[in-house]
């Protein structure tokens, strides 16, 4: 019966990045403030907490994908003609290259495979869903990519793909954040339309971008996140503690403890109520079947 809260899909982002990003998303998950995250398989947190991770996630029910990671860390493989000196590039290098057809397809491919097997042998099943850290996954050139293999590899039970783009309406509605929703929604276009044409469920709503000022505050964002059209909405967050490890591998930092800290707050289950919202995974979305 339907009780008139309407199920949305609220995912953190970069599981595996830090102990600290890895302990926020887990204690979300476990106040049902969470309902989905995508995991950094070439990194060392997610070798040491997957398994660990499975038995609360058997506990707390949520979606558990790969975060295809292009920018910034370590490949798991060579990816020639991709990384310099064994790290990938910086996300406005990869743009550029993605814009003018200059990406190393095979290397591409070849580094996806890779964290996909590394996702598989820790977790013992494949990705409910993939998305991209900074978005790359969207970008032109990398989106066939990530649907051919994603068709190739899970024809049976494909996972789903997060989509960067929503109507322009939609973003000019909420206003906050809404010159990088329009950035990316722009660099990720055809993306969406790719995806299910080869089958791939797809959330019709993004949310939660903003550019991660102090103002005008995260529960601002937040709860305007919660408002609006969409039938599968998604508003991603990016949760942590920053520990020595973040410090070191990513320049993300204050942001994530604000985001931790509302999230984790009575505020936030407030403000869930009041919106008439609940946290769920992506197969509870959209008009009942």
Known sequence: MDDGVRPIVICADDYGLSMGVCDAIERLIEQRRLSATGAMTGMAGWRRRAGDFRCLVRAHPADVGLHFTLTGQRPLTAARDLAQDGRLPDIGVLVRRALTGALPRDAIRDELRAQLDAFEDEWGAPPDFLDGHQHAHALPGIRDIVVEELVRRYAATPPWLRNCREPLA??????????KAVLIGTLSAGAAPRAQAAGLATNDSFRGLYDFGPEPGYRTIFRAALDG???????????????????????LLEPREHELAYLASAACGEDLHAARVRPARFRETGRPR
Request: charge should be positive; include cysteine; glycine fraction near 10%.
């Open 170 to 179: 939609w973003v000019r509605r909420r206003r906050l954040g809404w010159r």
């Open 229 to 251: 059209p969409g039938e599968r909405v998604l508003v991603h967050c990016h949760p942590g503690h920053v520990d020595e490890e973040l410090r070191r591998l990513d320049p």
